[in-house]
């Protein structure tokens, strides 16, 4: 092993490997390592700039050496091993099982090595599969969204790809005070093991990630988010109910709802234009047909106080008149073999490439001319992942390179489409992220889910790992979003005890295709806004007037709550805390927090219990240490116990921290 070391970083080389350790941040480290002279240091995806490191030393002693910032340091042997150290405590140590040419407690006989290249034939990547020791006792939080009932990972599969509802933001947080990201967007999986830690990248051109300290997470998040960005200011006028169904089809259907939302009282701060309001994909376009005066249309929102979001794919349809143009200048993603088809649904389509710079600009200029310049405040970035007809990542390329080697962060460049063009304060919604995309001004919901308890219990999960992602701006659609029935009494009951959690998310949203489906379409073209169907009504009043009279009384709860949620969205802004936080987030010397995973904390105050599972009228609650007050009753509690909390239907149990 050669060892050279610089101000700030030290490299090391072996058998055709460049293995380079830099101070990136206080108490952090970016690794990277190639099968190549040098690394590439052209690309950050996930990292911004390089910050200001703590104290910085390096040193060598011929067989190994080390760096250290601040209280983080790393060693590097002579088989290329690399330890991490608080200050002496290990931390996190890569696995080999290789007999490396001395006798250590690393030589084994079964040749497997802590960094595994094997050459893509044919192209220049590798894939690369990087091994760490597993820790006994470590439990692991973060890593995006994936529908499942675990907020501690230890012992989980994950894929890092994209898919409608599951989203890759691969940055886990470690019980043991260390936060690690993966800073490659290329396709592939991580096992968090009980015998060892495994990510893999099925195709890329070097290794790359990021590690760092902290002694709370507070201080970890804080770390990550200094160094991948931070969501902007939300503004206070999207703060409330934002409103949407599948799908309003009309203009004069968009009218009428947001009139009667007024008559009710219930006026949303947006609403939302669903998909097919367009005569084909790619047209980015209202089709004139059902949708003659968008601007007049509004302009009367905008005069009510609402302002309006209209839905956009990237998929263009090959009858659109966009999709010959973007198709010769080279605008849309590629396949690698067969015929030019990404995307199957009422359509024959191909994506957008947003890493093309020309397409951004493309797609911008025409939704700029079609939607934004008529008023529109938002896009609903729907799609995002991008949805594909048959998820074969080894089967699409971009202007990027093979998709295999960079495709999970396509939603991170679908959202710069639009942020990078419009005004600030602009907020758009969106299906998908990747690492860093929080600081693109993107509200993320969980995707097309079903309408049951499990997935809502799988929601809860999701939301408070996509905040320990770094990922603060998030939201669900409320009760799910796939009903056969919207008067089935068992869906009601779900639909309240969903928006009841919704109140306590980030953004409170009604969403969903709500059966029975037997409303006729408009018309038979078999393009334009008016042959697909559509879902029931979904307002707030569309469901009874029992459940009407809850969802009136908890949207007038959010209403209440917005000095409070300036103050905790300012905190994502400021520090990145995320607004649903894991119990441990602010108790991280409770052990018990530490094992909670049906309760949260919606920013540092409140602490919400929903109601899980049907049928349930009361529940357990644990109140950390300190002093509470019941958000309904008033009745003060002490801490440091579990209480059992009425919970009626009308009722989702809420305890203010004092």
Known sequence: MRFETEPGALTARRRGETLRIEAWGPDAFRVRAAMAPAVDGTEDRALTARPAAARCETGTDGDS??????????????????????????????????????????????KVVNREWKAVIGGSEHSLCVRFESRDGEKLFGMGQYQQPYLDLKGCVLELAQRNSQISVPFALSSLGYGFLWNLPAVGRVSFGKNLTEWTAAATRQMDYWITLGDTPREILGRYTAVTG????????????????????????????ARRCLAEGVRPDMIIIDFFHWPLQGEWRFDETYWPDPKGMVDELHRMGIKVMVSVWPSVDRRSENFYPMLEDGLLMRTERGADQTYDFQGDCVQIDPFNPETRERVWEICRRNYYDLGIDGFWLDNAEPDLGVYDFDHYRYAAGPAMTCSNQYPQMYGRIFFDHMRPGAVNL?????????????????????????????????????????IPWWTTDAGGFMTDDADDPAFRELLVRWFQFAVYSPVLRMHGDRGPHDIPPLDRRERGGGYLDTGRPNELWSFGEET???????????????????????????????????MFYEFPDDPRCWELADQYLFGPRLLVAPVLWPGRTERDVYLPAGTWRDADSGEILSGGRTVRAAAPLERIPVFERL
């Open 230 to 257: 931070r969501a902007p200011l939300f503004p206070e006028d999207l703060m409330g109910l934002w409103q949407c169904r599948l799908r309003y089809r009309t203009q004069d259907e968009v009218l009428s709802v």
């Open 548 to 582: 009407g009279a809850i969802l009136k009384k908890y949207h007038a709860r959010r209403l209440a709550l917005k000095p409070y949620l300036r103050e905790i969205f300012a905190q994502a802004h400021e520090d990145g805390s995320p607004l649903l936080r894991a």
């Open 430 to 470: 969106m299906r998908c992220c990747w690492a860093g995309s929080q600081r693109y001004g993107n509200v993320i919901w969980s995707g097309d889910v079903p309408s049951d308890f499990e997935a809502f219990r799988d929601q809860l999960a999701a939301g408070l790992n996509m905040g320990l992602a770094g």
């Open 65 to 110: 050496a080390w760096i250290r910032n601040g209280a983080l340091r790393a060693e590097v042997n002579a088989a290329g091993v690399i330890s991490f150290f608080r200050g002496e405590e290990p931390l996190l140590r890569e696995y080999y099982r290789n007999y490396a040419g001395t006798i250590s407690r690393e030589s084994r006989c079964l």
